[in-house]
């Protein structure tokens, strides 16, 4: 039976075989805490949301499985079988103990056949057979090389060569997927785990949801972390952290917010990055006040808020045009005995300039070196436009050349919005000699810039 809670996600009262019951300990989130339009209940039972669940409430239509990529076949979630799907991603920087194994198959280049990753290794079998970590030291290499497919294709050999492959060798694959940004590659890998009769772990299946995440695939997040405690895996902060962040990158408030109450269920301590990526859910979907009231209640989770939950808040006033709010907020931080940064600064003028507060934004801006910060590009052309909105082609112009002197570049927006100041002033010799010096900097004038000119 589904529970409707006031946000309009559903829950699973019977439970999916995970929570309390799979040996998380059972207790309420709720206490003195209220966040508002979240689901009404107390996770007391098994809430992880079911797959059909994900789907129902995800806007668009969710298979039970995915497909390979080269095998034709198609990957249910965990299934027997394997897959030989691949994609390559290109290396980073190498660091680690020496390992002569890596260094060869790094020669090979970035798509080798698997022939040639077969030869490389052959000698090497014998050894890996004693000794499993070995293999491990290559795999982990690839992953920190961002190589994928050559680390499919050194699985590949070692299971043609009947050499043990084990859950550190899937979980450093898996990990090489992800660095990689192939969310494919991972589910695949994944898949082919149950099918090798190797169990996943937290650090496979932590990696599979941060890959999930960063290729903008919530719902495949949530299955995963759903599916941990069924696979006897339950999943610590870093599952919970990377799922929240999943749905934030997809604009699921309700789920973040959801997972976020879930998490002592589990035995699992929310964090500041739980607590951030929630409050960024909620800043993106313009969900101002439930921004609010999470930044006000970490303290009662014991945890205390830093420049990054700070800057989320300011953001979400700034995008519903609530620069009071915004500037209570920066103002606040330092009495926190928190910092603000740059990006702090640049919400709050931002604020400032939706609310038509020109001078509100020039003050800020020049108050920013008062905390041994340095002003960017962004920070400019917020207050840039700000100036723009109140018809001060003056500041406007003022705070442009100032860019220069400080030797930071104006993008086309910052330009466009001192020729729309000048506009407004009935400035059309300046807004004209504006338009003509943005091709020397390597800035195209477009349809903006013509208009306002115009």
Known sequence: MLVASSSGVPWDSQGTGCGAGAGGRSRSFRRSTDFGSTPQRAFTTSTFPSEEEVRRTGGQKLT?????????????????????????????????????????LLALGPTPAWEEVDQVLGPEFSFW???????????????????????????????????????????????????????????????????????????SCNAAISSMSKGGQWQLALIILSSMPQKRVLPNEISYNAAISACEKGGQWQWSLSLLHHMPDMAVSPDKISCSAAISACEK????????????????????????????????????AQWQLALSLLKSMPEGMVLPNVISYNAA???????????QAFSLLKSIPDMRLIPDEISYSSAISACEK???????????????????????????????????????????????????????????????LI
């Open 349 to 359: 003028i931002s604020a400032c300039e939706k609310g038509g507060q020109w001078e």
């Open 129 to 203: 057979r004693r000794n499993p970590r070995l293999a491990t030291v290559v795999l982990s290499g690839l992953a920190k090389h961002r190589l994928p497919e050559i680390a499919l294709k050194v699985l590949r050999s070692m299971r043609q060569a009947g050499v043990e492959v084990n859950t550190f060798h899937c979980s450093a694959t898996v990990s090489a997927c992800e660095k990689a940004g192939r969310w494919q590659l991972a589910l695949c890998v994944l898949g082919d785990m149950l099918g090798m009769a190797v169990p996943p772990d937290k650090t």
């Open 390 to 452: 109140c018809c001060e082609w003056q500041q406007a112009l003022g705070l442009l050349d100032q860019m220069t002197d400080m030797a930071l570049h104006p993008r086309e927006i910052t330009y466009n919005a001192a020729i729309s100041a000048c506009a407004r002033g009935d400035q059309w010799q300046l807004s004209l000699s504006l338009v003509s010096k943005m091709p020397t900097l390597r800035l195209t004038p477009g349809q903006i810039s013509y208009g306002a």
């Open 285 to 320: 979907c313009g969900q101002w006040q439930q921004a609010l009231r999470l930044l006000s209640q970490m303290p009662d989770m014991r945890l205390v808020s830093d420049e990054i939950c700070y800057s989320a808040a300011i953001s979400a006033c700034e995008k519903a």
């Open 64 to 104: 039970t499985s995915w497909p390979s990529q080269r095998c034709g076949k198609r990957v249910a979630w965990w299934p027997a079988g394997r897959s030989a799907c691949g994609a390559h991603s290109p290396g980073g920087s190498r660091s680690g103990p020496p390992c002569p194994e890596l260094d060869l």
